[in-house]
């Protein structure tokens, strides 16, 4: 799980990233995660004050927008993050 692009981007450069959003200061790092990867998704867990322009922006741009909440996060056999649902 990582917070911040600048500091962990090289890790992640080329993996999958899926950022779930919670309010609209979660939209500020998504393009700058949308440049490590060209497997960039956003999980839109509450909408509520989010701008829909950014959001079709960034869909526009490649990244899968999934606009639906979050009931849980799933950790692998290695403890790391395997998915939300």
């Not at 899926?18 to 998504?30: D, E, K, N, R, Y």
Request: with cysteine; charged share 20%.
């Amino acid at each position: 799980m990582i917070h911040c692009p600048f500091c962990h981007g090289f890790e992640v450069r080329d993996l999958r990233i899926v950022q779930i959003v919670t309010h609209s200061m979660g939209l500020h790092p998504a393009p700058l995660f949308r440049h490590l990867t060209d497997r960039h998704s956003i999980v839109v867990h509450d909408a509520s004050g989010l701008d829909d322009g950014a959001l079709d922006a960034l869909a526009a741009a490649g990244t899968e927008v999934v606009r639906t909440p979050v009931r849980r996060v799933v950790t692998g056999g290695d403890g790391r993050v395997a998915g939300a649902s």
